[in-house]
Structure formats: C-alpha cells, structure tokens
C-alpha cells in the first residue's frame, strides 16, 4: 500500500473509539465523574460489538465491562437504544470532522475524492464494531429509528461524494455531463459492500485489502 495510504490509515486511527478492559480498571464506579460514565458505557458496547461471534448485549454484560454498575448504567441510558444512538452519533461526528479535514485541506479533486473513499475503508478498518453499526447488522433487533439513522448517514456521505464530483468538473477533470448522482452512488455502494464483507468474514476481509488495484477499476480513468 502506498505511503498516502499509510499516512491516511494512521491518521483515522487516531480517532479510534477504543475500549478500556476490565482488569485495566483502576477506579470504582464510585469515584467516575458523572460526565465519563457514559464515554465507559459506549466504550464498553464497543468493545462487544467488536466480537466476532456475536456475543449477547446485556446491562450485565456491560456492567463487568464497563466497571460501572447496572444501576447507573440505567441512570445515563435507559435503554439499548440509547446507547445505540449516542454512537450512531460518535460515528457521524467523527467522520465528519475528518471529511470536512480533506475537503478544506485538499486542492486536487482526484486527491479529495480517493482520500474520502480511504477514509471510509480505513475508519472501518480500525473499527470492527462500528463497522456492525454502519451496516446495521447490530441494529437487526433494535428500534427502527436507528435504521433510518444510519440510511441518513449514508445519504450525508454519498452527497459528500456528488458534492467532491462536482468540484472535479469545475476543475476541469471530470466532463460536463458526467453522471454526478451514478458516480456517487457506485462509490457508495463500494464502501458498503466493504463494510459489509468485513462484519460478514467476521472481520477477515480487511476493507482496504487490494485497494491499489481495485482504485484502477473504481476511480474515473480521468481521476487517476
């Protein structure tokens, strides 16, 4: 892999939603501040939801985790929905903030439109069980509001793709009646189908896997 894609890779690491183990625990759940109890909780389902086996979501369960009782886990989340939802909305903060990154601080439009497709990849790559959000097999037995959230986050980044199109063909790189909305939606469906061979391979099939090769065939000949 080349070393743009390396530096890239290292970069969305860094905003890696990690979780902390239970035997790394130094504190009791009396001494967390109130505000960090809910970064331990979603630290925690994280955590599980990177299983490749699928292991069962209980307050118990998140309760040995976390190192925060099951009362005050009901206290900050009164339900598995909620909690769902605060990451839905770690992830889209997350990504848009580094999405917002590349569209301010890359000038070529070639440059801007594969670093957001290695964004993508690579925050999944560093992510498993987010990655179980993104393609909502986490969310199978959850409210349906939280489908529609992640459709809408999927509809936030193929118009973050139509938006990086359009700046190709005012640069000049892209022709004048290139299909923005097709294009947009095949990067799309890329990613997805990405996404969800690395949840269904129980995380084997690394996203970014033959990138180099596969950019030949997913990129605009003229973008390359």
């Given at each position: 892999?080349?070393?743009?894609?390396?530096?890239?890779?290292?970069?969305?690491?860094?905003?890696?939603?990690?979780?902390?183990?239970?035997?790394?625990?130094?504190?009791?759940?009396?001494?967390?501040?109130?505000?960090?109890r809910?970064?331990?909780?979603?630290?925690?389902?994280?955590?599980?939801?990177?299983?490749?086996?699928?292991?069962?979501?209980?307050?118990?369960a998140?309760?040995?985790?976390?190192?925060?009782s099951?009362?005050?886990?009901?206290?900050?989340?009164p339900?598995?929905?909620?909690?769902?939802?605060?990451?839905?909305?770690?992830?889209?903060?997350?990504?848009?903030?580094?999405?917002?990154?590349?569209?301010?601080?890359?000038?070529?439009?070639?440059?801007?439109?594969?670093?957001?497709?290695?964004?993508?990849l690579?925050?999944?790559?560093?992510?498993?069980?987010?990655?179980?959000?993104?393609?909502?097999?986490?969310?199978?037995?959850?409210?349906?509001?939280?489908?529609?959230?992640?459709?809408?986050?999927?509809?936030?980044?193929?118009?973050?793709?139509?938006?990086?199109?359009?700046f190709?063909?005012?640069?000049?790189?892209?022709?004048?009646?290139?299909?923005?909305?097709?294009?947009?939606?095949?990067?799309m469906?890329?990613?997805?189908?990405?996404?969800?061979?690395?949840v269904?391979?129980?995380?084997?099939?690394?996203?970014?896997?033959?990138?180099?090769?596969?950019?030949?065939?997913?990129?605009?000949?003229a973008?390359?």
């Amino acid at each position: 892999m080349g070393t743009r894609a390396g530096l890239l890779i290292w970069l969305y690491s860094c905003y890696r939603f990690c979780y902390v183990a239970v035997n790394q625990l130094e504190h009791s759940d009396q001494s967390i501040k109130p505000g960090e109890r809910e970064d331990r909780i979603l630290q925690a389902l994280a955590g599980m939801l990177e299983h490749p086996h699928r292991i069962r979501i209980t307050t118990a369960a998140l309760a040995k985790r976390s190192g925060i009782s099951a009362s005050a886990i009901y206290r900050c989340f009164p339900n598995k929905s909620k909690m769902f939802e605060a990451l839905i909305a770690f992830i889209e903060k997350t990504l848009f903030v580094l999405i917002n990154k590349i569209l301010q601080e890359e000038q070529s439009s070639a440059k801007q439109i594969e670093s957001l497709l290695l964004l993508l990849l690579g925050f999944s790559q560093k992510n498993p069980g987010m990655t179980r959000i993104l393609t909502s097999d986490a969310l199978v037995h959850e409210d349906d509001h939280l489908q529609l959230r992640i459709q809408q986050l999927h509809d936030r980044l193929e118009a973050t793709f139509k938006q990086a199109l359009r700046f190709a063909v005012s640069e000049q790189q892209l022709k004048l009646d290139t299909d923005i909305a097709a294009q947009a939606n095949l990067f799309m469906c890329f990613v997805i189908g990405r996404w969800y061979q690395f949840v269904k391979s129980e995380f084997r099939r690394d996203p970014l896997a033959n990138w180099d090769v596969q950019r030949l065939t997913v990129l605009p000949d003229a973008l390359l």
